[in-house]
């Protein structure tokens, strides 16, 4: 394990913004944590990495305790934590430049190459010796990602790592966090964007009011619905055919109760019905994390939220925490 | 750690205008005296500065008297009152502290940084008044006389030059601390909020705070405790024979609020949740 | 694991670490009570040695006057003397050749005396005065405030008072022996002089003067801060006159001419049931000296601008009408020191101060002549 956490919690004051929290990440994964804003995601993070101290429980990286080992363990993280910083009246290269200087370790005699390294891999490597201070967002972002790359980190612990980036950059940056993982870094990426978390992340965690809902890789949760998306130019040939078995339909397309999609096909074929797109029904991640997680935090209601479906949440194989 | 510091504090604009206030205000005195020559009478004034028109020598004490009281604490308590707070506002504080640098080292660094501001501050302002009293006001009537050169003490007796530049470098070492009894508070502000104008503004409170109370005869019990009670201790190296006593004790109390400041923010940071 | 798992949480531990530091920093002024004082030895015997004078020495003391005296017109410098703290450096070879210096935060008054003769630098003024000849009366200035000197002034005054032996206490670094001289006369406000000595070379250290008001509360005390028993050298007493500053000469006798210029008449041989003490040969004209001791008070004629301005000023700062047969009068009292001023009379204006109740005064300043000469 790479991470691993023991009833981590955590209080301010009154409010509990972490509770009883056992992370597990294994090494070599790309983990995700999801959760609404609020849920407790950005301090488990700075607990981790030494920043905030628990209220009780234990974290081990790499194995080691934190943050009592910190000057052991951080040395081979790279961070981003809630949004890029840089001293503003300096240029990015500089503040590679000084904050590779500020930690023990890294020789001076490479520095001005592992930072050009880290620039060019960010896509930054052209970058002028403007102040940070008149950096766009997107290009801040690139560069805190680039701090966190500095040292050549096994682990990888991003806070909303695409924040600012525009589409071409957002898939600049899943390629080269894939590329990163494949060669052995373990990419621990917490957001709020489903999307994300879908694209890029072998392992999901999902938070919600401070408590870790589910652990699981992330195609367990994407487990089949019991219902086919059947698409055809005769839909209505195919509600014939198929009496009693569809559930609805919206034009051309069809969804038909069942989760044999290969059975489903033939039968049509054999009953003439031309198919022009067939397939099983998996639930999105987005269901799941609706399913499991309450209101965010930045949502204020007057009146408390209505009762839980009284029929539970549908059972996640592999999620069973 | 402390290279970084010290670079990233000599790249800062706002260190260079502090430090170019500081040398503006003395030379402002020191241009309007030599154009109107109306020196304040003696015993009102500043420190010296009925003295600095006779000679210009003398003029690196006036001009640290005139902005030790208010000028150089606020710069102190800016550059100071930034120390943590400011990394905490811009968000480099995390980076550095998962860097990972050391709490305890991240604090000692920036002690040694405002060591290296107030010193280079109190140094800058003797240097540059100095050139600035001599431009203006020249070596004094000793040197048309053919003599040394030297500047009169407060007891009237004459200090030769070797004389002068000693008792100028203990006069500025002397003040460096002072001002870094002051810095070491600020810094110990600056861990307790993300804010640096409200570790500023505490600093200047203290200050304030305690140059109320220092007249004050109902407060004699706490006054040898307090900080500004030892600023103008320096006046005694410009007497004949120097008098320590007074230069002795602010050491002491002053070195104090070093060490016990110092301490104060390493038991505050050491364990702090950093959330900013 | 999270240190804040059992057992107290870390910080507290280093609170606590600091806590215990600033206290040990803070105690270690304090600390220095609690080294050895100087013994308990006869009071007969330690006034004997104040009387007998003192060794050369070189020191800093500092003077604290809390009389609550209201500011008086001409005599800023004398009251800031008694109500405010005087920080004073003294080097001392011996009765004639000795230099004290006042120390203000920016300056200094030094006073040089060799050889009979004065010199006075004033570093504010830049200005060296050659004061030569003496007067038989003077206001108190700082060169009276060391400790020695304060202690050989008020003792040789009080030699037939009765003495006691008091706790000693730790002045400047020495164990310190105490006595206190306890005034019999009925009249004088001084309730106690208590001195405090070096027993080893008989040096006053510190002194302390409390009124009858309240006997509990020292309302003038002086104390060495720092002390050496070696000698002052010879460069330190000569005074020395900077290229550029002024110099000056001036004759103590002055005063005796600008009295003059008063026209006062003499001062009468008895007051307030008090015989005028003779007062050598440079007579002042019109100055009175009374009484005797601790109990004893001045008369000083005053212009009539100079005796209006006191009584206004006294008026405001909470002085007493007086009554008198002519003119009009005023007293101002503090614990120690009573002041009685008349004026409102042509060449009639007259200050009487002393360590004396009030009613003494009161009853002198009915007693004075109401013209200038019969």
Known sequence: MIIATAGLTKRFGRVTAVDGVDLRVPEGVRFGLLGPNGSGKTTTVRMLLGLVHATSGSIEVFGEAMPRRAANVLPHVGALVEGPAAWGHLSGRANLRLLDAAGRGGRLRDRRRRVEDVLEQVGLGGVDRRPVRAYSLGMRQRLGIAAALLRGPRLLLLDEPTNGLDPRGIQEMRSLLTELNEAGTTVVLSSHLLSEVEALCTQVGIMDSGRLVLDSPLDALRTPTGRILLTTPDPASALGLLDGRVLSRVGNELVVRGDDAAELNARLVAGGVRVSGLGAERRTLEQVVLELTGPGADRVDGRPPPADDPTGPIPIPGGER | ?276 | MVGAMGGPPRFSRRWVLVAAGSAALLGAGPAGGLLPVGADLPAEDLRARVLAGHPPFTGLARSTGRLGLPEIPQLQSTTALLTGTTTIRSYRAGPDRWRVDELTPAGERDTYHRDGVEYVWDFGANQLTTVSGSTPVRLPRPADLDPPELARRLVGLTRSDPVSTIPGRRVAGIGASGFRVTPGDPDTTVARIDVWLDPDSGLPLRVEVAGRTDPGLPVLFTEFQEVSLTAPDDRTLTPALPPGAGSVTADAADLAGALRQLDAPDPPARLAGRDLVPLGDATLPGVGLYGSGVAGFALVPASRGIADRVIEGAAIAGGVAVEVPVGRAVRVSSPLITVVARGGIRRGGRLLVGTVAPAVLEQAVRELPARGRP
């Open chain 2, 1 to 276: 750690m402390i290279g970084v510091e010290l670079r990233l504090m000599l790249r800062r604009r706002r260190v260079w205008l502090c430090w170019i206030l500081l040398c503006a205000l003395p030379t402002l005195v020191a241009i309007l005296l030599a154009a109107t020559r109306l020196t304040p009478p003696p015993g009102s004034g500043g420190a010296f500065l009925s003295a600095v028109v006779t000679n210009g020598q003398i003029f690196p004490a006036a001009a640290l008297a005139l902005v030790l009281p208010v000028f150089l604490p606020i710069t102190v308590a800016i550059v100071s009152g930034e120390a943590i707070a400011g990394e905490a506002t811009a968000g480099t504080l995390r980076y550095l502290l998962v860097r990972p640098v050391g709490r305890l080292r991240l604090l000692t660094a920036k002690l040694i940084s405002v060591a290296v501001y107030v010193l280079l501050a109190v140094l800058l302002v003797t240097v540059v008044s100095y050139v600035v009293g001599v431009l203006a006001f020249g070596f004094g009537p000793d040197a048309s006389l053919g003599g040394g050169g030297g500047i009169p003490s407060l007891s009237g007796a004459t200090l030769t030059p070797v004389d002068v530049v000693v008792r100028t470098g203990v006069t500025v070492g002397y003040l460096a601390l002072c001002m870094l009894a002051l810095g070491a508070i600020g810094l110990f502000f600056s861990t307790l909020t993300d804010s640096p104008l409200a570790a500023t503004l505490g600093v200047l409170a203290v200050v304030v705070a305690s140059a109320a109370l220092t007249p004050l005869d109902a407060a004699s019990a706490i006054q040898p405790y307090l900080p500004t009670t030892h600023w103008l201790a320096w006046i005694d190296l410009y007497r004949d024979p120097i008098l320590w006593d007074s230069v002795h004790r602010g050491l002491l109390v002053e070195g104090g609020y070093v060490v016990v400041a110092f301490g104060a923010a390493w038991a505050n940071f050491a364990t702090k949740d950093v959330t900013s």
